[in-house]
Nanobody, 127 residues
Framework: QVQLVESGGGLVQAGGSLRLSCAAS????????MGWFRQAPGKEREFVAG????????YYADSVKGRFTISRDNAKNTVYLQMNSLKPEDTAVYYC????????????????????WGQGTQVTVSS
């Protein structure tokens, strides 16, 4: 089992940056594929970025490609999301998720593929 706690959200002006962190506890983090999702009011939860436990590749939604970077430190049981050039449309609650049955090569982009979720952290981008 994996417990996840996100941090780093906040209020930022358009064009600014934030770095989200997701601290994991449990023995399976280093063999779990990890994802970041977000959910804006009135919208469905959507995939933002993912990284397999091997860190061989990273995956991004088209809307954030070139602006966001996902990384992980298995020694610290932490996954990060560096968000640059933020836009008002990035405003949402951001969730960290773990797939303990991932392939370690290609991440699942559907929310139902992740069994473990954090409580979320609010990101608000003002125009």
């Amino acid at each position: 089992q994996v417990q996840l706690v996100e941090s780093g959200g906040g209020l930022v002006q358009a064009g600014g940056s934030l770095r989200l962190s997701c601290a994991a506890s449990g023995r399976t983090f280093s063999t779990s594929d990890m994802g970041w999702f977000r959910q804006a009011p009135g919208k469905e939860r959507e995939f933002v970025a993912g990284i397999p436990w091997s860190s061989l590749h990273t995956y991004y939604a088209d809307s954030v490609k070139g602006r966001f970077t996902i990384s992980r430190d298995n020694a610290k049981n932490t996954v990060y999301l560096q968000m640059n050039s933020l836009k008002p449309e990035d405003t949402a609650v951001y969730y960290c998720a773990a797939n303990a049955n991932g392939s370690g090569i290609v991440v699942v982009t559907a929310a139902r593929g992740y069994a473990y979720w954090g409580q979320g952290t609010q990101v608000t981008v003002s125009s």
